[in-house]
């Protein structure tokens, strides 16, 4: 159940947002200068960007965790998936400094309770968290308690910058910030930034009479693309305390761009079921297909061991061009 942020806590993160503001990080650092921050308690660091020096958008992005900071790399370093789809690696918290009409009634109302003023482009202060299946949305109160320490620390980074603190960022170093037990002080140094690398589980499929039936069908030489894509719209489902994201499990033919199965897959729904089902049910009704094309690592896992057993290759590529040509077509039906 969500608890909101009383208006105290509120008041306690506006201020360190705007402190941070007033040293216009943006201006000495470019997105990819990270700040390495671990939290007092907390096993899991942190890196924070700031964004801004090309003048076009600022804000502070906050990615807590292994996956988030994963997550990070793969859109930093992306080069072919379609830009609609990378919402699904936004695991994030932003920071944003932007324009009146950006902000919501909520967030409005929120700075009016407050007592602040702001005025024009780039000055407007709000907060969104990023998360799987689900639109961007205000933090609850544990959010906004989290992200008001991290950019307490985040302040204290950057001036320790401004002091005199020397980081080489263009090559590969961070800023790192963290407690140090023995001297009993918070320490800012520099460090080589370390992206983490994540291990995904590979599923197996335990039902043995019905692998053996998926092994007795015969061998087609189609090429299939599998994934659960994002569609470029919100829903507002009071089942849910926030916004979410509607997601479609797509399985289509690659060479024909005939779409053959697609599901709703809810924020709740198992990724594994909803693409294992796909499979299975098309080699149950039409064979077993020649190679699976899909858009990640993380996509690949979950089929590996089923198309090891069934004798199927599995290829990663970020365009999937059958899947991405409707989803292209769903927006432009929409407009």
């Given amino acids: 159940m969500r608890i909101e942020a009383s208006i105290e806590e509120w008041r306690d993160l506006y201020q360190v947002a705007i402190k941070l503001k007033k040293l216009k990080p943006w201006e000495d650092l470019w997105d990819m200068d990270l700040i390495t921050i671990l939290p007092l308690g907390k096993d899991e660091p942190c890196i924070c960007s700031v964004m801004g020096k090309g003048g076009e958008f600022y804000g502070i992005g906050i990615y807590i965790g292994g996956k988030a900071i994963n ?155 599998l994934d659960i894509a994002y569609l470029n719209s919100v829903i507002n489902d009071k089942s849910y305390d926030k916004p979410i994201i509607p997601r479609l499990c797509i399985l289509a033919d690659k060479r024909s761009g005939m779409l053959l199965s697609q599901n709703m897959v809810a924020p709740e729904d198992d990724e594994i079921d909803a693409m294992f089902s796909a499979v299975i049910n098309y080699i149950l009704q039409a064979g077993r297909p020649k190679r699976i094309v899909v858009r990640d690592k993380y996509s690949s896992s979950i089929i590996a061991d089923l198309c090891k057993q069934t004798g199927i290759d599995v290829m990663e590529s970020g365009k999937l061009p059958a899947i991405d040509d409707f989803i292209e077509a769903f927006y432009e039906y929409r407009n």
């Fill in 71 to 225: 997550d990070f790399f793969t859109i930093a370093d992306n080069n072919d998936i379609p830009q609609d789809q990378l919402i699904r690696y936004q695991n994030n918290i932003m920071c944003n400094f932007g324009s009146r009409d950006e902000l919501t009634k909520k967030e409005l109302n929120i700075i009016k309770e407050l007592g602040l003023k702001f005025r024009g482009k780039n000055d407007w202060i709000y907060f969104r968290v990023y998360e799987k299946g689900y639109a961007p949305y205000m933090p609850d109160k544990n959010e906004v308690l989290e992200i008001t320490d991290i950019l307490k620390h985040l302040y204290m980074a950057i001036k320790s910058l401004h002091n005199g603190l020397k980081v080489d960022f263009e090559n590969g170093k961070t800023l790192m910030r963290c407690f140090h037990k023995e001297s009993n002080l918070w320490l800012n140094y520099e460090m080589p930034l370390l992206i983490p690398h994540i291990h995904y589980e590979v599923p197996v499929l335990e039902d043995q009479l019905l692998m053996k039936r998926l092994k007795n069908k015969a061998k087609n030489n189609s090429v299939l693309e």
